[in-house]
């Protein structure tokens, strides 16, 4: 896709105002970005391990010379995928947004018929994340257009900071930690699934 995040992103953000994107063309883009990121992430694991590698080898080392070369290509090592992890968050934020545009184009035929559409559709992709903030502050003081808005959009939406604080992200995420990298059999993964998820579900049932 030619130049496409220069358009969406960057100074030709004019012509990235939600009424001048496809829905075929948003979700070739996300597609694009998702692969991009997945590459990214296989990149930092690589760094990762050899960070380990270097480590573990200047533990080895006898003289304080060797342990010093393992020690700056340790710190080279963890700078380049410091590198690579804050690609991978700006490529993120991309991929939130362009869903979110997606999912205002699947529902435009409905924003339209409510008078909504007009809110959204000359908002560009780099004033979406503010903009829907802008809703929902609106929604809490009892704009029912806003409101509205956010009810078709199967708001709340999430930003990144959210995603922090998300009790569901962080439940899922201790139950990856749980099962860990080494094989484990269904039944172990059925029993961590209960005590994480299955514990969150209990709570807000309660």
Same mark, same amino acid.
């Given at each position: 896709?030619? !130049?496409?995040l220069d358009k969406f992103f960057g100074k030709k953000s004019k012509l990235a105002a939600i009424e001048k994107m496809s829905p075929s063309e948003l979700e070739r883009e996300q597609l694009r970005l998702e692969a991009q990121q997945d590459a990214i992430i296989g990149k930092v694991k690589t760094l990762e391990k050899r960070k380990r590698a270097a480590l573990t080898e200047g533990a080895k080392k006898k003289s304080d010379l060797e342990r010093k070369a393992m020690a700056v290509r340790y710190k080279q090592l963890d700078g380049e995928a410091k590198d690579y992890v804050s690609q991978a968050s700006l490529i993120s934020k991309?991929? /939130?947004v362009v869903g979110r545009m997606c999912q205002m184009k699947r529902r435009e035929t #409905? #924003?339209?018929? $409510?008078g909504l559409w007009s809110l959204i559709s000359g908002v560009e992709a780099t004033e979406l994340e503010q903009f829907m903030i802008d809703m929902r502050t609106k929604a809490l003081q009892?704009? /029912? +257009? !806003?409101?509205? #808005?956010l009810e078709i959009l199967e708001e709340p939406g999430t930003t !990144? !900071? $959210? +995603?922090d604080e998300d009790e569901d992200l962080k439940s899922i995420l201790n139950a990856m930690e749980a099962i860990g990298e080494s094989d484990v059999t269904d039944d172990e993964i059925e029993e961590v699934e209960k005590k994480f998820l299955e514990a969150k579900e209990d709570d807000e049932e309660a």
């Open positions: 896709m030619v !130049a496409f991309q991929i /939130r #409905l #924003l339209k018929s $409510e009892g704009d /029912r +257009e !806003a409101n509205r #808005l !990144a !900071a $959210e +995603e």
